[in-house]
């Protein structure tokens, strides 16, 4: 079963919930392992200022959000508008990936990084 949209006036079973949750402590734990294994420095469950991230590189300010079907409800969304503000304010850039896609495509988050990581290394400069 993988991530899936579930509308807000269906009731969610235990079930699904439980195998949700399993999936992304899963796609942490993989993605994890795979950023140790590739040299990558991420650290895991950082907070940065009220906000909590899966992983955060404070020498690239990039972070990385792994989201579960939780996230594609309208209210959860929602409530992540501060959260972009905020740490957009700060520099930061977050890279959301499913649990679905670090567990079946992982090849393609770490394109995605390595994409950032290089802009971001074009678009700095010292003043």
Do not use: W
Not at 49 to 58: I, V
């Amino acid at each position: 079963m993988s991530s899936q949209i579930i509308p807000l006036h269906k009731k969610v079973s235990e079930k699904v919930i439980r195998h949700s949750l399993n999936n992304t402590i899963n796609a942490a734990h993989t993605l994890q392992l795979e950023l140790d294994k590739r040299g990558y420095q991420f650290l895991q469950d950082q907070k940065i200022g009220h906000y909590s991230f899966d992983f955060y590189c404070p020498k690239l300010r990039i972070a990385i959000e792994i989201d579960g079907y939780a996230h594609s409800f309208l209210d959860v969304h929602n409530q992540d508008a501060p959260k972009k503000l905020h740490i957009s304010s700060l520099g930061i850039t977050v890279l959301r990936f499913t649990d679905y896609q670090v567990l079946v495509d992982l090849d393609e988050v770490f394109r995605a990084l390595k994409n950032q990581i290089q802009s971001a290394t074009i678009n700095s400069y010292v003043v």
